[in-house]
């Protein structure tokens, strides 16, 4: 398959999956940090289709959005960027559950998957749709993320169903405070962006007039 890693080469394989409008490099340091903590051969990061809204904004297209990852992720040899999402008929919804699931068939059984996310979208994995059984093909690794506390999501989750924690860890990264949406109103806003995207990112937003108004 174009793009992917070879399926003889990649035992621990890792996916990220976000909006990235745009990618960011809170998303990069966790992603690197968890592929060396966890001896990861693989990140294939996964632009998501393209949601008619998200809370109360309207996301950029799909397009631009797997370009940015794209270029974000050129540099590493260890990260790829996946299209499976974005290429879905536009308006079906996309599960993570279905993401997983064709990546557990393509690789095969033998392959170990892991998950990667911030805290903050952890927090919300019960609402996932069939999250037992995605806990059950792949474990989750949830990285602190500054603003959302670990022990919010330690009691959250712990209570309200325990058997979820086993398939959660939780890995402290150096924080990075930076979001997709403090990004898109300091561009807004006419701020710098310098240093927290890629230079290719931040090119890639002022040729093709990305973020220019606001809309959250
Ligand atoms: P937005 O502000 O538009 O919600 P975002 O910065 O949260 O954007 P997403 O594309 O929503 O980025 O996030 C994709 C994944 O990356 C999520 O699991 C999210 O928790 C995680 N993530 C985003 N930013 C960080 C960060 N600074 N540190 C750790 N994880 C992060
Ligand atoms: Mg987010």
Redesign the pocket.
């Known amino acids: 398959m174009l793009n992917l890693p070879d399926r003889e080469k990649v035992h621990r394989l890792g996916l ?6 745009p ?5 990069l ?2 992603a690197e940090e968890v592929r060396i903590q966890y001896g990861l051969d693989h990140v294939i990061f996964v ?2 289709g393209q949601p008619p809204h ?2 109360n ?1 309207t ?1 950029s297209e799909a397009e631009h959005r797997y370009l940015m990852t794209m270029v974000a992720t050129i540099t590493n040899p260890y990260f790829t960027v996946s299209r499976v999402e974005i290429d879905q008929p536009s308006g079906a919804p996309t599960y993570t559950i279905d993401t997983v699931r064709y990546f557990h068939e393509y690789f095969g059984k033998k392959v170990q998957l892991f998950f ?7 927090l919300e994995i019960l609402t996932w749709k069939d999250y037992s059984e995605l806990l059950s093909i792949c474990t989750f690794i949830a ?4 603003g ?1 506390s670990l022990n919010k999501l330690k009691d959250t989750l712990g209570s309200a169903c325990p058997e979820t924690m086993e398939n959660i860890d939780i890995l402290e ?1 150096p ?10 109103r300091r561009v807004a806003e006419g701020k710098t962006i310098k240093y927290l995207t890629p230079e290719s990112v931040t090119e890639y937003i002022f040729k093709n007039r990305l973020y220019c108004s606001i809309n959250e």
């Open positions: 990220m999956g976000g909006t990235f409008d990618i960011h490099l809170g998303h340091v966790t632009p998501s998200k809370e904004r996301v990667i996310t911030g805290a903050d979208a952890i990285a602190t993320r500054p959302y990264i924080a990075v405070a930076i979001s997709s949406t403090l990004i898109r």
